[in-house]
């Protein structure tokens, strides 16, 4: 079933961001790292942004840029989707 809850020992307990790198540490010490390029709104904000984020059983939001990340998907290696931008150049 795709729906389980969390797992306790996957909680984030502490989240640390760095210029190029997201680390989050789990409930059993674990260290998920990420390069910040992955998400680009994490990316762009600056270390303030960064640094207003709320944990939960299942992941991590920073409410003042609107970013979500859950456990379970920073350990698949997921990436969010990324808008599609569409061009306005004509290929010749």
């Known amino acids: 079933m795709s729906d389980q809850s969390p797992r306790e020992e996957d909680r984030p307990v502490a989240v640390e961001t760095t210029s190029d790198m997201l680390r989050v540490t789990l409930a059993d010490g674990r260290i ?28 991590v939001h920073w409410p003042d840029l609107d ?3 859950s456990v379970a998907g920073m350990l698949r290696g997921n990436r969010p989707a990324q808008p599609h931008h569409t061009s306005t150049e004509t290929h010749v």
């Open 67 to 69: 970013e979500d990340l």
């Open 32 to 59: 998920i790292a990420t390069p910040l390029n992955w998400y680009p709104r994490l990316a762009n904000a600056t270390p303030e942004q960064r640094a207003v984020f709320e944990l939960s059983r299942g992941g």
